[in-house]
């Protein structure tokens, strides 16, 4: 079973993603790429797109809803890394049930995970 997130992308297409200019690409390789940013403040950064009304990552490719992925998954920033799925641990999340919701996709299960067909799995996922 592909990871939902693959099929989805409306966290990257609904808030801004902003985070501390230390995680940016500097002298060594590694951290989110500095041309993908915007400044935010003089703490903060923001990357591309994703400060506007209609926010959408330019790490982002595909369709929302349909099939997508980060170009820069390996050097997204932190807050990509923390935001978790519905029942991808075995809870509710309300940022992916609030982007989803904007796009119309309908809300994660726990049915919707990898494992989750098998005896017991669904079970453990959420918490029972």
Do not use: N
């Amino acid at each position: 079973m592909e990871h939902p997130c693959l099929r989805c992308g409306a966290c990257c297409a609904y808030f801004r993603v902003a985070f501390h200019w230390s995680e940016a690409e500097g002298p060594s390789a590694g951290g989110v790429p500095f041309e993908l940013t915007e400044k935010l403040d003089p703490h903060r950064l923001a990357m591309r797109g994703t400060h506007a009304a209609q926010p959408r990552c330019v790490a982002l490719q595909g369709v929302v809803g349909e099939g997508v992925r980060c170009t820069i998954y390996t050097q997204r920033p932190s807050v990509c890394r923390e935001v978790s799925s519905s029942w991808e641990f075995g809870a509710p999340s309300p940022q992916c049930d609030k982007a989803r919701r904007a796009y119309g996709l309908p809300l994660l299960t726990a049915q919707d995970w990898p494992g989750a067909s098998q005896p017991g799995i669904a079970a453990i996922q959420v918490g029972a």
